[in-house]
């Protein structure tokens, strides 16, 4: 989660926003999700869902596809990241 962090925090290059939009999805959308049962399948594959399933004794998603989601999510997360940053100070 610190590098999804790291990603979004330079893509977005403002600690304010970056911070409400992390929030929003850990503490906001997440929960929401989980809560509603037709979005219950969709919500594992959020981020800090698929990285508690790698923890947990009794997954929904093996460890490994919780790692590999979380993986992608990071991935993307920090690519975007690199993009924003090479176009803007270039």
């Known amino acids: 989660m610190c590098l ?5 925090a330079t893509m977005l290059r403002s600690t304010a926003l970056s911070l409400s939009l992390l929030f929003a999805l850990v503490f906001v959308l997440s929960p929401v999700a989980n809560t509603i049962p037709a979005l219950r399948t969709l919500a594992r594959y959020l981020p800090d869902h698929a990285g508690a399933e ?3 004794a009794d997954p929904a998603l093996s460890p490994g596809t919780g790692l590999l989601v979380l993986a992608v999510w990071t991935t993307t997360a920090l690519l975007a990241g690199y993009l924003t940053l090479r176009s803007r100070d270039s």
């Not at 999804?4 to 979004?8: A, E, K, R, T, Y």
């Open 4 to 8: 999804f962090s790291l990603g979004i």
């Open 54 to 56: 790698v923890m947990k």
